[in-house]
């Protein structure tokens, strides 16, 4: 048994904090309230520290990192993560390996696959300790591994071999179903295909989620897209990283959250998720017509030796944000390395190129591998997302070979420290419900994300006086400050290390003899939580 007493709970009911205590056993919350510490119980004084459940990533593209057990999101304090977004995910692969591989290393990190849901599944639990992890089957991936390159067509094909693969995913424990219809080949999908597959969702009770076709020009367009295919199946639907880009569309955000409110009051189930910062991250490709990748990279490539004057046009026309808005945060060559964390506007201007031909010239020179940030929206427009009932917050957090945006390493801390407690646009309570029971509710998890008897006992204890991120844009992989000590279960992960002994295991803990405890990459520097037996 394990006794954390004299913390601040933060529940993630949007109630109030209270002072009290919390015991652990075997792994799960046993009591919470004014609790003594029972016979033989090992002891964590808090010190008035917040205690929360676990937060919970709902958007992320750790699919293979979680794998390695990397840190960036248990020194958060996230201890659940859903994978499998915006219609990337390691399977299926069916027949197609190779070329899932390449659709999906640019924001996956990797090209390992399999070949079902049951078998990522059953490698994640065999290898991911650090959080525990959820995955949506992606509609990119379905669509590969049932129709290989017939795969970018706008035709109806293969549509019971689609439907009957989805049903096996979500069957064998696939939290929900994924599109991203901004990206090859899901971009290509007619609406009956996703009308056919979200049937199947909603058979299944879980929950669909989607990178929509557009968040700039055509977003309210996208928007009812989505909405109509909810009314008419039936689906949970969820939108992924809901914002409005580019400034000549900033005003349509209000609009956006008109049509979604609207929804819900139908009826329908409805949420959003968004990230805390102004600016996102993808691949340089997502800027080009997706039609120009219906046959790979190795195809794009050769589109853009015959139609640069009609690619260099779309991108002028289409692209939302300004050239200065856009840098370059990772690429495959080592002789454009010195390009990274520069903007297109710069870059085009120290080569005396336009900026279209240079996005152009850089896709080339790195065999389509290149991955940006880019400046999105408005401040105003942020502040109107994070403070919606409706929303959860995400990281969306992936991982590149350079400089990966800092919301990998640093969403949630940034999330509580920098607009919770420095600019007070949420209180501590509603922020927390945000990150722990909002999303577990739409995911339909019922012992994760909450602070009751009976559920697992994944915890996040920190400072609200203290947390926030040392990741920026410039130094993207700083770790966050202010958090204590992340339970996931049995496994404690102290930020203090003065709390484990010379083998790594928490001091005098015989009760918690099998916990795993590990080292955090950097000691923590609010100071030390009292261990007593």
């Known amino acids: 048994m394990l006794l954390l007493r004299n913390a601040l709970i933060v529940d993630g009911s949007g109630s109030l904090p209270y002072p009290g205590s919390v015991l652990l056993r075997e792994g799960r919350i046993e009591a919470i309230g004014a609790l003594e510490a029972p016979l033989g119980a090992d002891i964590i004084d808090l010190d008035g520290a917040a205690l929360s459940p676990g937060f919970i990533d709902m958007h992320s593209h750790s699919d293979l990192k979680v794998l390695e057990n990397r840190r960036e999101k248990s020194d958060q304090g996230i201890t659940s993560e859903v994978v499998g977004n915006c219609g990337f995910s390691p399977y ?5 390996k190779a070329l899932l591989a390449e659709q999906q290393e640019g924001i996956l990190n990797g090209g390992e696959s399999w070949p079902n849901a049951r078998a990522y599944l059953d490698a994640v639990k065999q290898s991911s300790r650090l959080v525990h992890v959820e995955s949506l089957i992606g509609h990119g991936a379905l669509r590969t591994a049932v129709c290989g390159k017939q795969a970018n067509t706008t035709e109806l094909i293969k549509l019971d071999e689609l439907t009957a693969t989805l049903d096996e995913a979500l069957t064998e ?8 219809l901004m990206y090859a080949p899901g971009s290509q999908a007619p609406f009956a295909e996703l009308e056919a597959l979200c049937r199947v969702v909603a058979r299944h009770g879980k929950l669909y989620t989607s990178h929509m076709r557009s968040y700039a020009w055509e977003l309210l367009e996208s928007i009812d897209e989505q909405i109509e295919l909810a009314r008419r199946t039936g689906c949970r639907l969820q939108i992924s990283h809901l914002q409005t880009v580019g400034r000549d569309n900033w ?9 979604i409110e609207q929804a819900q009051a139908e009826g329908i189930d409805i949420g959003f998720d968004c990230y805390p910062y102004l600016a996102g991250s993808t691949v340089m490709t997502q800027l080009l017509p997706q039609t120009a990748l219906a046959d790979g990279l190795a195809g794009m490539l050769a589109l853009i030796a015959t139609s640069r004057a009609d690619l260099e046009a779309f991108l002028d026309e289409e692209t939302a944000q300004g050239w200065d808005d856009i840098f370059v945060s990772s690429l495959h060559t080592v002789a454009n390395r010195p390009l990274i964390g520069k903007h297109i506007a710069a870059i085009a201007e120290a080569r005396g190129t336009a900026p279209a031909a240079t996005i152009l010239d850089l896709l080339v020179e790195e065999g389509g591998r290149v991955n940006i940030v880019a400046f999105n929206q408005s401040e105003p427009n942020l502040h109107e997302l994070l403070t919606h009932p409706l929303a959860s917050i995400i990281t969306d957090g992936f991982y ?7 919301r990998l390493a640093g969403a949630f801390p940034t999330f509580l420290g920098e607009f919770v407690r420095d600019r007070k646009w949420l209180s501590l309570q509603e922020a927390i419900r945000k990150i722990t029971t ?3 509710g739409r995911l339909g998890l019922t012992d994760r994300g909450n602070l009751t008897p009976g559920s697992i ?4 204890i920190f400072s609200p006086e203290r947390i926030g991120s040392g990741a920026t844009f410039e130094s993207p992989t700083l770790p966050p400050h202010g958090i204590h000590l992340v339970i996931k279960g049995q496994l404690l992960l102290p930020k203090s290390s003065s709390l484990l002994d010379g083998r790594g295991i928490l001091r005098s803990g015989q009760a918690l ?10 000691p923590d520097t609010i100071g030390e939580l009292h261990y007593e037996r």
């Open 92 to 96: 299926p692969c069916g027949h197609h």
């Open 173 to 180: 424990g696939a939290i929900g179903f994924s599109t991203g």
């Open 251 to 259: 005003h349509k955000q209000k609009l956006a959250l008109e049509k």
């Open 400 to 406: 590149v070979s350079e400089r990966p945006h800092p």
């Open 438 to 440: 909002a999303p577990a």
């Open 457 to 460: 006992a994944d915890l996040t």
């Open 513 to 522: 003899e099998h916990a795993i405890v590990s080292h955090p990459s950097t």
